[in-house]
C-alpha cells in the first residue's frame, strides 16, 4: 500500500503591513468613539481619547497626526456601517406597511442602541461650518445618508406601486429633522420621544408617494 500523504492546509493570506495599519486605525477609531460620543468634539484632545481607551497618547499620536484627522476617521467608520444598517429594511420589506414598521423601528433601534455616536455626527456637522477642513468629510458622509433614504424610499414607491413625489435631498432633510428631533428627546429623557419617531415615520412616508395614476 503506498504511503499516505498529508495535504498541508492551504496558508492564509499573509497580511501586509498596510493590513496591519488599517487594523490598528480601525481598532483605534472603535475606542476613540465611545470617548468622543461621551465628550463631543470641543472637549476631546488626543491625550484625553488616549485616557479613556487601552491605547497609550503615544500610540494614537502616531496613528493620527491631530484630534481632527482622528475624529474624521472615527466617523466615516461607523457612519459607512450605520448607513448599510438599513438595507435589510429595503430587502426583507414585503409590503408598503411593512417597510414603514421596519423602519420606524431600526431608527429607534439605532438611537436606544447608539446615541453617542449620533450625538456626535450632529456635534461634528455643527463644527464643519466654522472648520473648513471638516467639510469635505462631512459632505460625503451626509450624501451617504441621503442615499440610504432615498433606497428606502424608492423601495416603499415601488412597494406601492408609484413613485417618489420629492427630490431625495428633500426626503433626507424630512428624516433628518424627525431623526434629530426624537435623538434630542430620548436624550433629554422626554417620555414618549421613540415612539412619536415610529409615529412621524408612519405619518410622513405616504406624503412622499406620487399619487397613483
Request: charged share 25%.
Amino acid at each position: 500500500m503506498p504511503p499516505m500523504t498529508q495535504v498541508a492546509a492551504p496558508k492564509s493570506p499573509r497580511r501586509t503591513p498596510a493590513d496591519k495599519h488599517d487594523e490598528r486605525r480601525k481598532a483605534l477609531a472603535e475606542s476613540a468613539l465611545r470617548t468622543l460620543g461621551e465628550l463631543g468634539y470641543a472637549r476631546a484632545s488626543l491625550r484625553e481619547i488616549a485616557n479613556n481607551s487601552e491605547f497609550s497618547h503615544g500610540v494614537v499620536h502616531y496613528y493620527f497626526n491631530d484630534k481632527l484627522e482622528l475624529i474624521v476617521y472615527c466617523v466615516r467608520y461607523y457612519k459607512q456601517t450605520c448607513v448599510h444598517r438599513y438595507d435589510g429594511v429595503v430587502a426583507e420589506a414585503t409590503s408598503p406597511d411593512d417597510l414603514v414598521t421596519r423602519f420606524g423601528d431600526k431608527l429607534v433601534e439605532t438611537i436606544v442602541e447608539e446615541a453617542p455616536m449620533h450625538r456626535l455626527w450632529y456635534d461634528l456637522r455643527s463644527q464643519s461650518m466654522f472648520e473648513e477642513s471638516l467639510r469635505e468629510a462631512v459632505t460625503q458622509i451626509d450624501q451617504s445618508l441621503e442615499d440610504m433614504i432615498a433606497r428606502v424610499v424608492n423601495r416603499y414607491a415601488e412597494l406601492a406601486d408609484t413613485e417618489p413625489a420629492i427630490p431625495a435631498p428633500v426626503a433626507y432633510g424630512m428624516f433628518d429633522g424627525v431623526f434629530q428631533q426624537a435623538l434630542l428627546g430620548y436624550l433629554n429623557g422626554r417620555d414618549g420621544a421613540l415612539d412619536d419617531l415610529r409615529d412621524q415615520v408612519v405619518g410622513l412616508m405616504p406624503m412622499l408617494l406620487a399619487p397613483k395614476r
